[in-house]
């Protein structure tokens, strides 16, 4: 352990990584992770399972908000008790096993995050079907090369990804020309 961790003094070299976003940016960034598509997706599923009940709907948005905001505050608090790189399998590996930590990234790499990856890029093209009709296969096409942009973009850098996230307008912004032409020419869902 680092000189500095002991004494609860972290400096910005322990991890070997600099600061390249500020606040804006690394929450505009972990809004847009957490919220996503799933806003656009979700908002019906909850609503037919919870029989159209917006005050059920809207309870169950709350307790998935607090779950992640308290997810959130618990990895905060990781990284400020542990600042190096690594994240996820830093914590699991230092918590309890180095095996945990590798078996963790595996199956995040292997399993759940391509498999989020590709459900993210998938409802992007199928989103956009509603205004443009294609083909299934344009909309796999279209998720493959969103993948590969998106990858490209984190490969140049963090500071690049949050100035292109910045540019994008963020999610949650109403006058976003996304926002505005899904109001405009959107399809509802269909009640069953």
Known sequence: MSKNMETGNPQEGDSGFKKEIGLFSGINVLVGIIIGSGVFYLGSHILLNTKMSMGYALLAWIIGGLGLLLGGVCFAELGAMMPK??????????????????????????????????????????????????????????????????????????????????FHGGQNNPANPHHCAGHLWGNPVAQS
């Open 85 to 166: 790189a690594g994240g996820m399998y830093v914590y699991l590996s230092e918590g309890y096993h180095p095996v945990v930590g590798f078996m963790n990234e595996w199956t995040s790499i292997l399993i759940s995050g391509a498999g989020s990856n590709a459900a993210l890029a998938i409802a992007f093209p199928t989103a956009l079907a509603v205004l443009l009709p294609m083909s299934e296969v344009t909309i796999k096409v279209l998720a493959v090369i969103s993948i590969l942009v998106l990858s490209a973009i984190n490969y140049v850098g963090v500071k690049f990804g949050a100035w292109v996230k910045h």
